[in-house]
């Protein structure tokens, strides 16, 4: 079982940046691959990133490709999602999820946080 608690979130002006948390508690954190979704309103939840559980593996969705990072620390059991170049259309609430091996597709994941709120103001 694995507790996941995302941080971070907030108002953010279009241009800046910004980095999210995700905090997890239980168990062998170091065996799970990491994903990052987004849903804004009205839409389907999407793909952002995703870590591999060593670290030696990410990937992006195009929409974000070279303006946001992935990256973890095992030591402490939080991946992070670092965000620059905001656009108005990154605003969405942002959910960390958790399973065994990567995947780019929101239901194979096991475990989700509860979400933080990002917001780009233009």
């Known amino acids: 079982q694995v507790q996941l608690v995302e941080s971070g979130g907030g108002l953010v002006q279009a241009g800046g940046s910004l980095r999210i948390s995700c905090a997890a508690s239980?168990?062998?954190?170091?065996?799970?691959?990491m994903g990052w979704f987004r849903q804004a309103p009205g839409k389907e939840r999407e793909f952002v990133a995703v870590?591999?559980?060593?670290?030696?593996?990410?990937s992006y969705a195009d929409s974000v490709k070279g303006r946001f990072t992935i990256s973890r620390y095992n030591a402490k059991s939080t991946v992070y999602l670092q965000m620059s170049s905001l656009k108005p259309e990154d605003t969405a609430i942002y959910y960390c999820?958790?399973?065994?091996?990567?995947?780019?597709?929101?239901?194979?994941?096991?475990?989700w946080g509860q979400g933080t709120q990002v917001t780009v103001s233009s």
């Open positions: 239980g168990r062998a954190f170091s065996t799970y691959a």
């Open positions: 999820a958790a399973r065994h091996g990567t995947s780019y597709v929101a239901h194979d994941y096991t475990y």
């Open positions: 870590i591999s559980a060593s670290g030696g593996y990410t």
